[in-house]
């Protein structure tokens, strides 16, 4: 049926235009063209999926990217593959990567000063923050995918949403219910 345009995209595309515009624009068909073969091990692709991101966003507001594990006993998280700076681990749960694991949702950070004490600053420039949760293929969150910038308002829904596809794409996350983000 030629023409035709699934029904999901016109939702996904209402939410993009409706709901607050970042501060970049960015592009995702590249990255995801980029990471169209990607394989191996959750390790692996997590890594690939890190160093794509990080070369065609770091000059488009993005500081830092990478992904956190939950521990065993599921008491903090542990610093996957990042880029580019070093970064904080082992972090407890109460901050965004914690809340995001604890409450299956994504968060979308305009501001980390919004965060107050619950804040965990890494990096004290950092001024925005994405955090999407992923799912095993029976609906367990195992981590999340952590992106900073030292930009204020740097994230929007489209992010969240080419992302979230993204990491689905390449088997870093199963289609679990997309709840809505918490906004900061």
């Not at 607050?20 to 624009?25: H, I, L, R, S």
């Not at 000059?59 to 998280?77: A, P, R």
């Not at 968060?107 to 004490?117: E, F, K, N, T, Y």
């Not at 029976?138 to 993204?166: N, Q, T």
């Amino acid at each position: 049926m030629t023409g035709w345009i699934p029904v999901g995209f016109f939702i996904e595309t209402i939410l993009v235009i409706g709901l607050g515009m970042a501060a970049f624009d960015r592009e995702y068909e590249p990255v995801a063209l980029a990471l169209n073969h990607v394989a191996g091990d959750r390790v692996r692709r997590m890594r690939e999926v890190v160093d794509v991101l990080w070369r065609f966003f770091m000059n488009e507001g993005v500081s830092w990217v990478g992904f956190y594990t939950i521990d065993e006993g599921e008491q903090s998280m542990t610093l996957g593959p990042s880029r580019d700076t070093p970064a904080c681990s082992p972090i407890e749960l109460h901050g965004a990567c914690g809340k995001s694991w604890r409450t299956k949702r994504p968060m979308i950070i305009s501001d980390v000063a919004h965060l107050g004490p619950e804040y965990i600053a890494c990096d004290p420039r950092d001024r925005a923050e994405l955090v999407i949760p992923m799912f095993d293929d029976s609906g367990d969150c195992w981590g999340v995918l952590d992106v900073d910038s030292r930009d204020r308002d740097a994230f929007g829904e489209k992010d969240l949403i080419e992302m979230r596809r993204i990491m689905e794409a390449v088997g870093l996350s199963w289609p679990a219910p997309h709840l809505p983000p918490f906004r900061y």
